[in-house]
């Protein structure tokens, strides 16, 4: 049986551009069975451009305006909360998609794993005019699936580029949702979905484009990109060990609410993210105790543990030993 996927759309003041990106829907191969839209007090026109479409769309589309100002990664929950698919779709209102993107999706869950939680495709970043720069991930060429918690604690993909399990927003609760404290707006979305995903199951991610991220003034996503990568002193690690304590908190408060399957997937995600963040605390004070004695006793303590072995997100690498040890005895 093919799987059924909704769209989940979030505007606000979106009149500019919607209308490209309303037609790429109605141009998709393989049609998703709805598109709940959530507007977050539009005062364009952008309510008679989706209604306008409506009265045509190939699909059923359901349009509610919110009461109150709920910011892009609230509103894309709620609106996914309305969807009936088997997958959801995020759908940002200012891109255009290639019209095969659901025949991709289509397929790649039929002949994924039993456990694919989530799909994420390339994108072009472009200009306001459309006009097509570079590639948004930089992802190997063709297809790629990462097992569960194959990816670092903190990997994740813009919103418009994910399709995943309805169930990861249905089933688990998300009203504590948990983002990078560095982001502009907490709770996003679309790490949240893919800490989810990333947790109880394995994710598939392709190089291929599937759609054009248009960048313009009024844009709301993606302005934090250059905010994201971590310095390389041990106040660093602190923050980072912070973050991951509270993913792991909050992980744990989910499996509460759940069934007995994901609830062990999702306690044995916080165990593991919650012992990395206790990793990183003892390295950021192999920088910052102020004892060379002590700084050394934390890095031997992590060469004890295994932190140094291998070369994952989840462990630091045989190179970054020799970095702390230079820069436990100041020599770095």
Known sequence: MKPTIS?????????AYIGEQLESLACQTVPPIEMQIGDDG????????VKSFARTAPFPVTYVRNSERLFFGENSIRTALRCSGDWISFCDQDDVWDPRKFEWATDAICQGPPDLNLLVHNAFLTDEKLKPGK????????ETVTGRLDLPPEWYSWGFTQIFRASLVRDIP??????FPWHEHRNAHDVWIALLANSTGSVLRTNQSL??????????????MGQLSLAREGSAYAQRATYL?????TLKQCAESVDRGTAILLSDAAARIGHFAEQLDERALAYSDPKLARRLSHIGSLVEQGAYVGSSRWRFGTARLLKD???????L
Do not use: K, W
């Not at 539009?42 to 451009?49: K, L, N, P, R």
């Not at 998300?174 to 983002?179: L, M």
């Not at 304590?245 to 908190?249: G, M, Q, S, T």
């Not at 040890?325 to 020599?331: D, E, N, Q, V």
């Open 42 to 49: 539009s005062t364009d026109e952008t309510e008679a451009i």
């Open 174 to 179: 998300s009203a504590r949702r948990v983002s």
């Open 7 to 15: 769209v989940a759309m979030t505007t606000y003041n979106g009149a």
């Open 211 to 224: 759609a054009l991220f248009r960048r313009h003034a009024g844009v709301v996503s993606g302005q934090v």
């Open 245 to 249: 304590r509270d993913v792991a908190a």
């Open 135 to 142: 590639l948004l991930y930089d992802y190997p060429a063709g």
């Open 325 to 331: 040890l230079l820069c436990a005895t100041r020599l």
